[in-house]
């Protein structure tokens, strides 16, 4: 089966440097730029295993996944809390007034 490093994202890549990765060669060069202790980490050999599984037939959507894992793995979610709170206590009724 030949290997196919030209195909694209769905949704490109947005880099924290501004710049985007739209197919697998760029996701590959980008990893492959990086420093050797940055990918030895798990989540970036992580996003190489995805990859590579991808680039033999798989759909892109994983090798994305992996990549996005692996850029944000020091981002804390955050989430946001409603503007009303909701107050689970019984109703007062006018009559209770």
Do not use: C
């Amino acid at each position: 089966m030949a290997v196919s490093w030209q195909r694209e994202f769905e949704d490109p890549i947005d880099l924290p440097d501004g710049r985007r990765l739209t197919t697998l060669r760029e996701a590959a060069d980008y990893i492959t730029a990086l420093q050797r202790k940055d990918v030895e980490l798990p989540e970036w050999q992580a996003a190489i295993e995805a990859l590579l599984l991808v680039t033999k037939g798989g759909p892109t959507m994983l090798a994305r996944i992996g990549v996005m894992r692996a850029l944000n793995r020091n981002v804390v979610r955050e989430f946001m809390t409603p503007a009303k709170n909701t107050h689970w206590a019984k109703r007062k009724l006018k009559r209770d007034l």
